[in-house]
């Protein structure tokens, strides 16, 4: 480390008059009001995060440009703290930036997130894509069906699976059902958006086109995914909402596992040290809601789209956790 340069002893003669101290207090006040009105118009969409962003590259110095990345991420809808944070680290930018101060890259990184987050949703900001896991047998399937018959607005995604179809079960409805060699081209011409080897058995993965056709639309999706989907799918598209679904207790989960029979006692054990590992996850999810009775679940989930799409952010992210 080199030595610190001799000036700190002559700092206090070098200390501004009393008078330019107040007008430059008074300029410091007139900025952040500025970069306060800023945020505002964010904030209430008046302004696009894209135009805040151009106008920070041209005028370092102005209210875009000395503004924090924190402090405009924050402004965004439905970005609160915790998002504000992973979305920062993603993206490779100290939390003291400002705008006007970001690298290249940077700048490039943080174009290419906004795009992608608007992309998703409608002027009014109203699509969401919500990501819909939680433990086995905790009734993800019931509820999104719940779902899919009660709710049309919300298109429910059909994955593409390698295991067999249960009795029940009809393809191109539940799953698609494919063998081993239609699933790796599938991951080979990237029409998947995710996919996973779930419980160390089956591949599962969710079908990138009619998700991206639905968004196009303007139609709210829901993706009933396990956790590894889960994060996939945030690292992908960072405006997906995800929701834990979880049981009213472990013997609960246990009970209805073990209760609809559909999988063999090792495959129950399998299934059971999964559950484990998805139940440590909860604080990764932006809401969770507890399964006692499918249609209240149900209305939770879809209330919950509505309620981080129609209400400010600040309320919004507290219907969270
Ligand atoms: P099941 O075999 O009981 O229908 O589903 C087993 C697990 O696979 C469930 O946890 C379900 O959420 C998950 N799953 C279903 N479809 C997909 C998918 O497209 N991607 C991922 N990652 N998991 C899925």
Known sequence: ??????????????????????????????????????KTAI??????????????????????????ITDFLMSLKAIGATKTKEILERLEIAPVKRLGGLGKHQRERLRDFLSERFGQTTPNGRTRLVVLAGPTAVGKGTVARHIRENYPDVLLSVSATTRSPRPDEVDGVDYYFVDDAEFDRMIADHELLEW??????HR???PRAPIEKALGDGRSVLLEIDLQGARQVRAAMPDAVLVFLAPPSWDELVRRLIGRGTESQEEQHRRLATAKVELASQDEFDARVVNTTVGEAAREVVDLMQVRARRPRRAATSSGR
Request: aromatic share 2%.
């Open 1 to 38: 480390m080199s030595e610190q340069p001799a000036s700190t002893t002559s700092s206090r003669s070098t200390r501004p008059p009393e008078v330019d101290r107040v007008a430059a207090s008074r300029a410091a006040v007139a900025a952040r009001r500025a970069r306060a009105s800023v």
């Open 43 to 68: 904030a209430s969409e008046e302004r696009s995060p894209l135009d805040v962003l151009d106008a920070a590259i041209v005028h370092p110095d102005g209210p875009e440009g000395t503004l924090r």
């Open 196 to 201: 996973a080897k779930v419980h160390n058995s």
């Open 204 to 206: 599962y993965g969710t």
